[in-house]
Nanobody, 115 residues
């Protein structure tokens, strides 16, 4: 059974940094494209960044230069490093694992940036 678990969220001051982690259990991580989404209050869930199983990355234009997505296949873990945080980064961040047999979501983790 596949499980996707995010961690590392919390309250950060503007200008600060945070690293989110996403662990995928169930043996599919190394085959999966991994993606971070976020959903701010009253907004839809939006794409933030993705990384393929071969390491190709893609970012939302507005986060380029501040967000870095990475993965460590040996530990079934994906990361999102967020620097120079802004109040508009406040959202629930979701991790998604997608492979040919299905798509799996984490429960989401709150990130709040105070001004």
């Amino acid at each position: 059974q596949v499980a996707v678990v995010e961690s590392g969220g919390g309250l950060v001051q503007a200008g600060g940094s945070l690293r989110l982690s996403c662990v995928v259990r169930g043996g599919i991580f190394s085959y999966s494209t991994m993606t971070w989404y976020r959903q701010a209050p009253g907004h839809q869930r939006d794409f933030v960044a993705s990384i393929t199983n071969s390491g190709t990355t893609n970012y939302l234009d507005s986060v380029k230069g501040r967000f870095t997505i990475s993965r460590y296949n040996a530990q079934n873990t994906m990361y999102l490093q967020i620097n120079d945080m802004k109040p508009e980064d406040t959202a629930v961040y979701y991790c998604q694992a997608r492979w040919y047999a299905g798509t799996y979501w984490g429960q989401g983790i709150q990130v709040t940036v105070s001004s």
